[in-house]
């Protein structure tokens, strides 16, 4: 039962613009919220996280938001650049080790 | 610093073999996991190990195994291999087991093809 979704299989955006991936959950218990990123032959890296407790977190380009009453969280990326293009997942946990993923963005930024 | 690393990177295998993967993790991080990404899908949790004992595991079967060594390097073993795990095999490696607020850092995967 994928408990984590992400229902955009791509997202093409235009250098400069803003990128925005979304992903929805079904589990009421998940408390972090995690993006990573990952390029071709490489693993998954950690983007930015969010803890339950939190509405909005920030970090340089890339903000995420948690919207728990629709169990929804986003992220955003300004100004998009050619080097975000990759694969994004969303990830969740209940306070513990297990990461749940979703299936992941793949992002195009067109210069 | 080196970052997690695993081998063999590539891997070809045939039904009903088995197959051992390896992971070492970052310097100084005790607990390792292992992650099965099968193409078009995200990474599905197998199992953890901290300070080599299983911290969990997730909806596997017995066929998959694994263990850590006191060094923390870790091995997936699988068992009967089936058409359907062919996959690439993530290892991340974080501090502690306890929770995923510590962060986990992946290794580039084994990509595993089973024919």
């Known amino acids: 039962d994928q408990q984590v979704k992400q229902n955009s299989p791509s997202l093409s955006v235009q250098e400069g613009r803003i990128s925005i991936l979304n992903c929805d959950y079904t589990n009421s218990m998940f408390d972090y919220f995690l993006w990573y990123k990952k390029y071709p032959a490489e693993g998954p890296t950690f983007l930015i996280s969010?803890?339950?407790?939190?509405d909005k977190n920030e970090d340089g380009r890339f903000t995420v938001f948690l919207n728990k009453s629709a169990k929804h969280l986003s992220l955003h990326i300004v100004p998009s650049q050619p080097g975000d293009s990759a694969v994004y997942f969303c990830?969740?946990?209940?306070?513990?080790?297990?990461?749940?993923f979703g299936a992941g963005t793949t992002v195009t930024v067109r210069a | 610093d080196a970052g997690v690393t695993q081998s063999p990177t590539h891997l070809i295998k045939t039904r009903g073999q088995h197959v051992t993967l390896r992971c070492s993790p970052i310097?100084?991080?005790?607990?390792v996991s292992w992650y099965q990404q099968v193409l078009g899908q995200g990474p599905q949790f197998i199992f953890q190990?901290?300070?080599?004992?299983?911290?969990g595991r997730g909806n596997f079967p017995d066929r998959f195994s694994a263990r850590q060594f006191p060094n923390y390097s870790s091995e997936l073993n699988v068992n009967a291999l089936l058409l359907g795990d062919s996959a690439l095999y993530l290892c991340?490696?974080?501090?502690?087991?306890?929770?995923?607020?510590?962060?986990?850092?992946f290794g580039p995967g084994t990509r595993l093809t089973v024919l």
């Open positions: 990830a969740a946990s209940v306070s513990d080790y297990k990461l749940s």
């Open positions: 190990y901290y300070e080599k004992e299983e911290r």
């Open positions: 969010i803890s339950s407790i939190k």
């Open positions: 991340a490696s974080s501090l502690e087991g306890q929770s995923s607020y510590n962060e986990q850092f």
């Open positions: 310097s100084g991080h005790k607990s």
